[in-house]
Each structure stands twice: as C-alpha cells, then as structure tokens.
C-alpha cells in the first residue's frame, strides 16, 4: 500500500501516458501532491487480439517493448522502491518522445525501445545498477504486471488503455487518460486539473469523449512544440484497425 496522493498507471511506450504525466508533473510541482506511478501493461491488456488483423505493423514490437520496460520498472520498485520508479520513467520518457524519432522496427524485428542498449544510459542516468537490464527478459515477472493491470482495469472497467489514474486512494475516483495532445502552460496546469477531477467526481458521471485525437506534441513522434498533429480517429479508444 501507498500513501500517494494519486496512483498513475502507466505503460513507458504510450504517448498519452508521458503527455499526461508531465501534465501530471506540473500539477505535482504545484500542488505538492505525491504520486505513486504505476504499472499497466498494453501488451497484456490485448494479450487475446490478434495484433496482426487489429493494429498498424508496429503496434506489437511496440507494445511488447513496453512489457520488457515494465519487467525493469517492476524489479526497481521491488529492490530500490517505489520512489525510485518516477525518476526512470521520466528518464526513458525523454529518450523515447522528448528526442529525435526513434527507427520503427522492419516486420518482425524487435522495437529498440525494449533492448538493453536503449535502458542502459536511462538507469546510468539516475544512479541504477546496470545489471538492471536482465529484467528485460524475466517473463517470470508477467503474473505480477498482469495482476497490476487487472488491478488498474477493475478501477475503470475494460475498454480503456493508458494511462489510469486514482485520485485519492484507495477510496477515491479513478478515470482512463485524461487523453491530451498538448502539455498546458504551468498557470493552467492546476486548472486544468480541477476542472478533471471535478467533473470525474459528479455521482454517476461515467464519459466524456471524442475519438478524434492529435498526434501528441512530441518530438520523438514528429511533432515540435507549437506545431499541431495530424488528427486520427481512435475509435474504441485505441488505433485498432477493427473491433
């Protein structure tokens, strides 16, 4: 158990999530709130779709990338704590969107995002020991990653993906996203952040919602600061190609 102010569940390669979550950061710095940042797990969320017939080509390595990322995420919390959890999604939060786009993987080749070559310079970066990188491969960690998922889906229900989060724990409101493509100015982080947990927090509010999106300001997919994505329709609240 945690006594974070907010639960964030979190999947490194979703760039919702990292949108969201510096958005999140922002608040922090304002409100002093403590965050508790989570694990859910996109490849094991669609563990039953076939990525083939459902998703873009890429969408598999990628998601499988994020699991291998959630392995380390979990050993860390597990031998250096919860705290120290924050400051390396952070670190490869910036490797993957902050910087110049990374090479998509060809057909069935693996996403870089989950090699070892990628995560060794981002646990450098915030003083973790390098043999961190073996978790990439301990598959004996998925029981727990699907437990946690479970965990995060039992707040919304099922047709969500990430990021999750849990204002108030344990007995407070929980929601899928905010989704936004655009980190607001610092002055209107925190409004932006009452008005969301305001309105998640009506009795019986259950959605608000457009499946238009824009691709998310950020560097690593294309997009410079002040420039807009190209809008997609996410129907179901993802990129699947079907039901």
């Not at 969201?20 to 989570?38: E, K």
Request: charged share 25%.
């Amino acid at each position: 158990m945690s006594d974070a102010d907010l639960h964030f569940y979190l999947d490194p390669v979703c760039p919702f999530a990292w949108m969201t979550s510096q958005w999140v950061r922002l608040v922090q710095d304002q409100r002093d709130y403590a965050v508790d940042w989570r694990l859910i797990s996109l490849r094991l969320l669609n563990a039953e779709v076939d990525y083939d017939s459902h998703f873009p080509p890429e969408y598999e390595a990628g998601h499988t990338a994020g699991l291998r990322l959630l392995r380390v995420l979990h050993r860390v919390r597990e031998e250096h704590g919860r705290e120290a959890v924050g400051p390396l999604y952070a670190a490869l939060g910036a490797r993957i969107f902050e910087s110049d786009p990374l090479p998509r993987p060809a057909a069935g080749e693996p996403d870089v995002r989950g090699t070892a070559d990628f995560l060794a310079p981002a646990l450098e970066e915030v003083g973790l020991p390098a043999d961190l990188v073996d978790a990439l491969e301990d598959t004996d960690r998925d029981a727990a990653l699907r437990a946690e998922t479970d965990e995060a889906l039992a707040l919304t229900g099922k047709d969500v993906g990430t990021p999750i989060l849990h204002v108030r724990p344990p007995d407070g409101l929980a929601f899928f996203g905010p989704v936004i493509s655009r980190l607001p100015e610092p002055q209107d982080a925190v409004r932006l952040w009452e008005h969301v947990v305001g309105l998640a927090g009506f009795p019986g509010f259950a959605e608000l919602k457009r499946s238009l999106r824009e691709l998310p300001q950020l560097r690593g997919l294309g997009v410079a600061q002040g420039e807009v994505g190209a809008q997609e329709d996410w129907h179901g609240g993802s990129r699947r190609q079907k039901k």
